[in-house]
């Protein structure tokens, strides 16, 4: 009796043995694997570009969600679900900065998220502007780059006291904007903005470049707004923007109406136009060289800095009139007198026709 008591109690012991440590295998085995997919999932890359830059930009006033959205929209990211487990756990959507990051290759989901929530790494922005013509153009622009209403800029650059206080009137205040890349905080304000963009004009506008515009009696606000005017005219050929440069000025020189197209479409705030008719030239406005002599008040486009380094750069000639060659190559033949002009605009006129270009 005693011995069969002692038997059950070794059995009893045996299964309580084999049972613990099937339970330890069991929970070790979860464990080891929930270990490893948590090492996977901090420490594995999870970001892959396969070369291709790739950015993601994130606004002010996104949400976490957002700017997974957006990184997973660019096509990196090799495993979404534990991107977004990571992003939980780092409780990212408490720490959300605005900024523009990188998608490193090779990147783990610990090291992205890391930086999205600190702001490490992030690139400043990057202001660019260029074929702009109107002011709104100018304000939607700006508005795009740093967050502020559009409708900010446009009533700064409207205002006559505040572009005053800049060194300009609401015309000339474009010119003020030289088009070029720059690099900005993410913090900066639109006034801010307005206040850097009036130093680097200060620094484009060098002595050696002053010396040359004060050659040709120009202000700098007239200079750029020569220089729109050149730009309109050769959008193709930079190369010859100095000869076009030289009609205009041989016209001012001379007291002559300047006579740009270009103008005369801006006049008619229609830039379909690729035929001007007299239709157009009647057109009232101060934009209109064909009806008022000098340079009209403002430019017409923001012009590249190597439209303005052509005005004052200018090829010396004696021409004085000049329209685009017959063959659409994008050249202009130049004349001297009006005899040599209209016979050049005569061919013009009919490869447009031929052309099919009646407007």
Known sequence: ????????????????????????GFFGLILITFSYYFYQVFFEANIETKGRPTYVTVRPGYTSRQVLDSIEASGVVVDRLSLRFVARLMK???????????????????????????????LPLRLTFQSLRLRQDLARRLGQAIDAPAARFDSLLSSPAYTKSLGFDTLSILTMFIPNTYDLAWNTSAE?????????????????????RKELGLSRAEVSVLASIVEAEQQQHADERPRVAGVYLNRLKRGMKLQADPTVVF?????????????????????????????????????????????????????????????????????????????????????LSRAGIMK
């Not at 130093?199 to 010396?211: L, N």
Request: proline share 5%.
């Open 1 to 24: 009796m005693a011995t069969s008591r002692i038997e059950e109690y070794k059995a009893a012991a045996d299964r309580r043995r084999k049972r613990f440590a099937y339970l330890t």
């Open 92 to 122: 990212y959507d408490q720490l959300v900065k605005p900024g523009r990051y990188e998608l490193k290759n090779g990147y783990t989901n610990r090291q992205l998220i890391g930086d999205l929530r600190t702001g490490r790494n992030r």
């Open 192 to 212: 801010n903005l307005m206040q850097r963009m009036q130093k680097e004009h200060e620094k484009f506008w060098t002595p050696a470049r002053d010396a040359k």
């Open 267 to 351: 006049a008619n705030q229609d830039f379909t136009i690729k035929r001007v008719l007299n239709k157009h030239l009647v057109k009232d406005s101060p934009y209109n060289t064909y009806k008022y002599g000098g340079l009209p008040p403002g430019p017409i486009n923001l012009p590249s800095i190597a439209s303005i380094d052509a005005v004052l750069n200018p090829e010396e000639h004696s021409y004085l009139y000049f329209c685009a060659k017959e063959d659409f190559s994008g050249y202009h033949a130049f004349a001297r007198n009006e005899q040599e002009h209209l016979v050049n605009a005569r061919r013009y006129q009919a490869a």
